[in-house]
């Protein structure tokens, strides 16, 4: 038995061997791990690549006779195929995930979890809004020129991936320095695809509770969380809605701030008539029983902000 054990140690030192704690792994963008390559005797072997959209290296040592990789999964599922020099193989699967751990009806991996991105998302969200109020872009359907239609064209729009092929069909009069959201890119978000919106209570990990379409009231009561009614405590693309029981049929309105701590920031909103955009300073509506920004107006609902953000 002694000397089984002697050639088993001496086995390992003259093979390379791949040494991972687990082989699965949930794409959310926060588990991960840590794999051991144990070089043999001989030579230090080596991966022929370790880039993968499947993983994010955080940190490599190489020390005397192994390296030790430190990873995280991305907020992408799927099998990760690695192969070192001398033959060795593993595989890692990165597998989809619906977690909600703020409860708040999506699913965390489809959320933007770091500032860079929600500020970026902000930033194209109110670009391209303001864009429609310049120059209406040919691709926002006709049949959705409305106060909703505008924040959800804004909202998908917002989630592409802005290349040069982008610009050319968008025509959009728009600052090509804005970052682009790195977690994902419309259509391709995690979970939800082109279903992007919140339609109705059931829980995040069922798919038939998302959909391409939401309404000023679907967006006020699922897609979006109360921040406040005081104008200061507004970032920008957060939204403002309103209630007017009078109005049957739209009884819902809202509208989009295009600036964050500012008590009288510039809005802008589609009218609900045709091809009818504004872009005001809040204080324009002082006067307007419905749509002024007074928290005694109690057909002002208040400042809300998507939950994608929160």
Known sequence: MKYF????LLYCKINSSIEVNLKSYPADGI???KLILHYSIFSKDEFLSLESDLWKIIKVENISDKQIINFQSRNKSGILKLKTKEGNFLELEF?????????????????????SDRE????????????QYFQSDAFWNQNERDCSGLVRYSY?????LHDESWFVKNSLVLDKSLKDIEAFHYPNVP?????????????ANDKTSFGKFADAETLWNLNTKFVSKNLFDAKKADLVFFENKKQIKFPFHTMIITEGESSDPILIYHTGEK??????????????PIFNLSETNHHYLGIYRFKILE
């Not at 054990?5 to 088993?8: D, G, I, T």
């Not at 998908?156 to 592409?160: F, I, N």
């Open 156 to 160: 998908k729009e917002a989630l592409k």
């Open 31 to 33: 588990s991960g791990g």
């Open 275 to 288: 091809s009818i955009l504004k872009r005001i300073k809040s204080s324009y509506l002082k006067k307007n």
């Open 95 to 115: 597998y989809e995930t619906i977690l909600d751990s703020d409860e708040d009806g999506f699913p965390d991996i489809a959320e933007l979890k770091t500032e």
């Open 5 to 8: 054990f002697l050639l088993f």
């Open 191 to 203: 979970i939800l695809g082109e279903s992007i919106f919140k339609v109705n209570h059931l829980a």
């Open 120 to 131: 970026a998302f902000r930033d194209w969200f109110v670009r391209i809004a303001e864009s």
